[in-house]
């Protein structure tokens, strides 16, 4: 079992930063870990992912060089630097964890709660 835990959320104006947390506990090791993101009315998105080594990380076409995910194994903790927001960006941002590394929502057993992002133009 693990248990994920996302913080940092928050309002913040298109062009600004935030940086998102997932705190993991329970039996974290070798699991690849990503972010999603559901916006109203829309379904739940990839955003970017990371393996367990940190050695591969893939993003969404529409997050390229503005999010960045990494991760710190010693502190179990996963973050997704997020610059250059824009209003598309504004959802609810989840965390998840797998032992296999992959970029589809099915394909991860472990889901946190959410954290709101909201930006405003």
């Known amino acids: 079992q693990v248990q994920l835990v996302e913080s940092g959320g928050g309002l913040v104006q298109a062009g600004g930063s935030l940086r998102l947390s997932c705190a993991a506990s329970?039996?974290?090791?070798?699991?690849?870990m990503a972010w999603f993101r559901q916006a109203p009315g829309k379904e739940r998105a990839f955003v970017a992912a990371?393996?367990?080594?940190?050695?591969?990380?893939d993003y969404a076409d529409s997050v390229k060089g503005r999010f960045t995910i990494s991760r710190d194994n010693a502190k179990d903790t996963v973050y997704l630097q997020m610059n250059s927001l824009k209003p598309e960006d504004a959802a609810v941002y989840y965390c998840?964890?797998?032992?296999?590394?992959?970029?589809?929502?099915?394909?991860?057993?472990?889901w946190g709660q959410g954290t709101q992002v909201t930006v405003s133009s």
């Open positions: 990371i393996s367990w080594s940190g050695g591969r990380k």
């Open positions: 998840a964890a797998d032992l296999d590394y992959g970029l589809r929502r099915i394909g991860y057993e472990y």
């Open positions: 329970g039996r974290t090791f070798g699991y690849a």
